[in-house]
């Protein structure tokens, strides 16, 4: 009897082993001596199935990455964010950052890229690499994801087998996967910026919002006349020149954009079409009147933020969230009379409907990531990426920590006030950013009930129709891909035509060169084999056309 005791003491504890192996439940994986044996060395990493967290590793992988402005402009490094230190908690990966400077994640991305020293992660807009994705994969510097996703993803790859549209936008040509993507999956989260302009002035003036470049115009004029405004309209030219009117804001009231754009299926490149001259024509008159600002050149967030919170400026384009949700309280507070609004994109005669507009793409490219092909910690970077398209990643991503920064009523998960109403006084952009990545971008899939809760003023939820009003989904490209060659061949072409194009725009504008300098602007970007390029274009939309 004894001995019999003995044997099912043993059978039950192999089968109580056995069992633990192959359980894939996260509950089981927390457990620091789940899969392992009482003389497994720290080296020895645990065997999990993907999908359960945290994950067991000993390791610490390497990110890079810019840190948005939300969140910058609260915290300087990526470590004091909490959102990134729950992060790695919840999946068990213990990161090291480096963190590129604002506004320059190009450059110092070159310069990673030459030093040869790759992180395991990098958070880049890979569809814009020089030469394209699959030169970068080719190359060595980002991994080739087909099979990564296909074993260490499983959440990653529900998604996009059952959303084929947006699997295709994130494939290269040949059809390789190289990204984490980030994902606005509902059309209310792809409109957020357009013209904004300071309505309680326009009511002192008796003015109506303006439709019209001629209504534009009235509206400039009385500000700086009849205001005293010293710089009436503001606008980003960091990194670019014009680079606030990207979506067609103004130049598309002439039906071109400062780019490639869509006329009839058609690709087309504005700046070489006569509609951009007549723009130019315009913002030069309106410069010499001093109804845009002097600096416009050299205006980045910073300064557009102080010209419209300081009164500097009466109007702008930028985003409902970090424009209106910025610019209202600040305003609001020194004058209980001031109200910033939403104007719709300018059109040369009333009625008509904006040619252009901003409206995402599901997929942008936009904090994204991809793995290093030289990283020895592949297996560990992707399933930690993966966790954001998870169930719980998903409301990490998008709101944070429950009980902390929202609290679940009924099926809604409903911000704090840690973020709508914090002591800091932190607008809801940056608040949310000490938390979640809702408001900017990442590896995951953002929420629609995000935006809900995040424009608390009226002003941002009236803001989003108004800007909605436009033909952009009809003459904007969609994301693209085109192979190695056409990308670099692209690459070079439009690098040298987009500083012509920029030098122009410049001189023109400030009055260094007469309006009729364009025709020779336009004969030497020509020259630079723009049409090629338009080629190019053309040819990876018809292939992503007959894709469809």
């Given at each position: 009897?004894?001995?019999k005791?003995?044997?099912?003491?043993?059978?039950?504890?192999?089968?109580?082993?056995?069992?633990?192996?192959?359980?894939?439940?996260?509950?089981?994986?927390?457990s620091?001596q789940?899969?392992?044996t009482?003389n497994?060395s720290?080296?020895?990493?645990?065997?999990q199935q993907?999908?359960?967290?945290p994950?067991?590793t000993?390791?610490?992988?390497?990110?890079?990455?810019?840190?948005?402005?939300n969140?910058?402009s609260v915290?300087?490094?990526?470590?004091q964010?909490?959102?990134?230190?729950?992060w790695?908690?919840r999946?068990?990966?213990?990161?090291?950052?480096?963190?590129?400077q604002?506004?320059?994640?190009?450059?110092?991305?070159n310069?990673?890229?030459?030093?040869?020293?790759?992180?395991d992660?990098?958070?880049?807009?890979?569809?814009?690499?020089?030469?394209?994705?699959?030169?970068?994969?080719?190359?060595?510097?980002?991994?080739?994801?087909?099979?990564?996703?296909?074993?260490?993803?499983?959440?990653?790859?529900q998604?996009?087998?059952?959303?084929?549209?947006?699997?295709?936008q994130?494939k290269t040509?040949?059809g390789?996967?190289?990204?984490?993507?980030?994902?606005?999956n509902?059309?209310?989260?792809q409109?957020?910026?357009?013209?904004?302009?300071?309505?309680?002035?326009?009511?002192?003036?008796?003015?109506?919002?303006?439709?019209t470049?001629?209504?534009?115009?009235?509206?400039?004029k009385?500000?700086?006349?009849k205001?005293?405004i010293?710089?009436p309209?503001?606008?980003?030219s960091?990194?670019n020149?014009?680079?606030g009117?990207?979506?067609?804001?103004?130049?598309g009231a002439?039906?071109v954009?400062?780019?490639?754009?869509?006329?009839?299926?058609?690709?087309k490149?504005?700046?070489?079409?006569?509609?951009?001259?007549?723009?130019?024509?315009?913002?030069?008159?309106?410069y010499?009147?001093?109804?845009?600002d002097?600096n416009m050149?050299?205006?980045?967030i910073?300064?557009?933020?102080?010209?419209m919170?300081?009164?500097?400026?009466?109007?702008?384009?930028w985003?409902?969230?970090s424009?209106?949700?910025?610019?209202?309280?600040?305003?609001?507070?020194k004058d209980?009379?001031?109200?910033?609004?939403?104007?719709?994109?300018?059109?040369l005669k009333?009625?008509?409907?904006p040619?252009?507009g901003?409206?995402?793409?599901e997929?942008?490219?936009s904090?994204s990531?991809?793995?290093?092909?030289?990283s020895?910690?592949?297996?560990?970077a992707?399933r930690?990426l993966?966790?954001?398209?998870?169930?719980?990643?998903?409301m990490?991503?998008?709101?944070?920590?429950?009980?902390?920064s929202?609290?679940m009523?009924?099926?809604y998960p409903?911000?704090?006030?840690l973020?709508?109403?914090?002591?800091?006084q932190l607008?809801?952009?940056?608040?949310?950013a000490?938390?979640?990545?809702?408001?900017?971008?990442?590896?995951f899939?953002?929420?629609?009930?995000?935006?809900?809760?995040?424009?608390?003023?009226?002003?941002?939820?009236e803001?989003?129709?108004?800007?909605?009003?436009n033909?952009?989904?009809?003459?904007?490209?969609?994301?693209?891909h085109?192979?190695e060659?056409?990308?670099?061949?692209?690459?070079?072409i439009?690098m040298?035509?987009m500083?012509?194009?920029?030098?122009?725009?410049?001189?023109?504008i400030l009055?260094?060169?007469?309006?009729d300098?364009?025709?020779?602007?336009v004969e030497?970007?020509?020259a630079l084999?723009v049409?090629?390029?338009i080629?190019?274009?053309?040819?990876?939309l018809?292939?992503y056309?007959f894709k469809?």
């Open positions: 009897m004894h001995t005791a003995r044997t099912l003491l043993l059978l039950v504890s192999i089968l109580s082993i056995v069992s633990a192996g192959c359980t894939g439940r996260s509950q089981d994986a927390r620091p789940a899969g392992s009482s497994a720290t080296a020895a990493e645990v065997k993907p999908g359960a967290y994950i067991q000993s390791k610490t992988l390497t990110y890079w990455a810019e840190l948005n402005q969140a910058a915290k300087s490094t990526f470590e964010v909490p959102f990134f230190q729950e790695q908690k999946t068990g990966v213990k990161l090291k950052f480096i963190q590129a604002a506004n320059q994640d190009k450059t110092a991305l310069v990673l890229l030459a030093s040869g020293d790759l992180p992660m990098m958070e880049y807009a890979w569809n814009s690499f020089p030469g394209g994705p699959e030169k970068a994969i080719n190359d060595g510097y980002i991994l080739k994801l087909n099979d990564v996703i296909d074993k260490y993803a499983p959440n990653l790859k998604f996009l087998k059952e959303h084929p549209e947006i699997d295709k994130i040509d040949e390789h996967y190289y990204v984490f993507p980030f994902i606005r509902d059309p209310m989260l409109t957020f910026q357009g013209p904004i302009i300071r309505k309680d002035w326009l009511d002192e003036l008796g003015l109506p919002i303006p439709e470049i001629d209504d534009w115009y009235v509206v400039l009385a500000f700086k006349e205001k005293g010293e710089a309209l503001t606008f980003l960091v990194p020149v014009l680079f009117m990207d979506n067609g804001a103004f130049i002439y039906g954009k400062k780019g490639f754009y869509l006329d009839e299926g058609k690709v490149f504005g700046p070489i079409e006569g509609g951009y001259k007549e723009f130019l024509r315009t913002f030069r008159r309106w010499e009147e001093g109804l845009i002097r050149a050299t205006v980045d910073k300064t557009m933020d102080s010209n919170m300081l009164g500097r400026s009466g109007a702008s384009i985003n409902a969230g424009g209106i949700g910025k610019w209202q309280p600040a305003l609001q507070a209980p009379k001031a109200v910033v609004t939403a104007a719709p994109y300018p059109v009333r009625g008509d409907k040619k252009f901003q409206k995402s793409e997929y942008v490219g904090g990531v991809a793995i290093a092909g030289n020895k910690n592949v297996e560990e992707a930690m993966d966790y954001g398209y998870s169930e719980a990643g998903h990490f991503f998008n709101f944070g920590i429950e009980g902390t929202y609290n009523e009924g099926d409903k911000y704090t006030e973020i709508m109403s914090n002591k800091e607008v809801p952009a940056q608040a949310l000490m938390y979640n990545r809702a408001s900017y971008f990442g590896p899939i953002q929420d629609r009930r995000y935006i809900e809760q995040a424009y608390t003023l009226s002003q941002q939820k803001a989003i129709p108004v800007w909605a009003q033909d952009a989904e009809r003459h904007t490209l969609p994301l693209i085109k192979t060659k056409e990308s670099s061949e692209s690459a070079a439009m040298d035509v500083n012509l194009v920029d030098e122009m725009s410049i001189k023109i009055g260094v060169e007469p309006v300098a364009y025709d020779n602007y030497k970007i020509k084999n049409k090629r390029a080629d190019i274009e053309q040819q990876a018809d292939r056309n469809s």
